[in-house]
Each structure stands twice: as C-alpha cells, then as structure tokens.
C-alpha cells in the first residue's frame, strides 16, 4: 500500500553539537515541525541559503531551554536561532533527510 495524501507538515528530531567553554562538545537536540517540500519545488528550495531554507520550511518545534521551560516559536525566537550557524545547519540536513525519506542506519 502507498500513501499518495501526505501530511502538510512532519516533525523531525534534530540534534545539534554545542561546542561548551572548557572545549568539550554537547548534543542538544528539539523536534522541527516543518513544512513538507514537494518534488515541483525541490529545485528552487536547493538554491536558497540555510538560513532561508528554516524560515521557509520550519514552521514549529518542541524546544526546552536549559531550566526545562518551553521556548515559544516566535518571530523573535526564531531570528535568534536563526544566528546560530550550526543549528540552522543542522536543521536544513534534518529536512532534507526527512522530507526526502532518507533514514539513518543503526
């Protein structure tokens, strides 16, 4: 069986390697909510900065900030992620590998 109606939007994990202040690294990770591409606009979506790919295609998340506390999905929260040059990569490679159906080996 094959699904041709597909959600508009599909969360994935992504986890994000925090370099700390004594030199060692850290996995933090949230769940994207993103918008789902489809193959028509594949080729136009390839061209756009990382940066422009997230504000276009992440749409929510499911983020907790160091106290557990939720952080809201805003304008404002999202133009400071957006200035985090390895989160922003990493949920480009995260949307591309879900949107694409490209699953991780064990």
Do not use: Y
């Not at 557990?68 to 922003?88: H, I, R, S, Y």
Request: negative net charge; glycine residues 4%; aromatic residues 10%.
């Amino acid at each position: 069986m094959f699904n041709l109606s597909q959600t508009e939007t599909f969360e994935e994990t992504v986890t994000v390697s925090v370099k700390q202040k004594n030199g060692s690294w850290k996995q933090e990770s949230f769940t994207g909510e993103f918008k789902r591409a489809e193959e028509d606009e594949r080729e136009a979506l390839l061209q756009l900065k990382h940066v422009d790919l997230v504000r276009d295609r992440l749409v929510g998340w499911k983020m907790k900030d160091e106290q557990k506390n939720d952080v809201p999905f805003t304008p404002e929260n999202l133009d400071a992620f957006c200035k985090l040059t390895g989160a922003v990569r990493e949920t480009v490679i995260a949307f591309w590998r879900a949107n694409t159906g490209a699953r991780e080996k064990n």
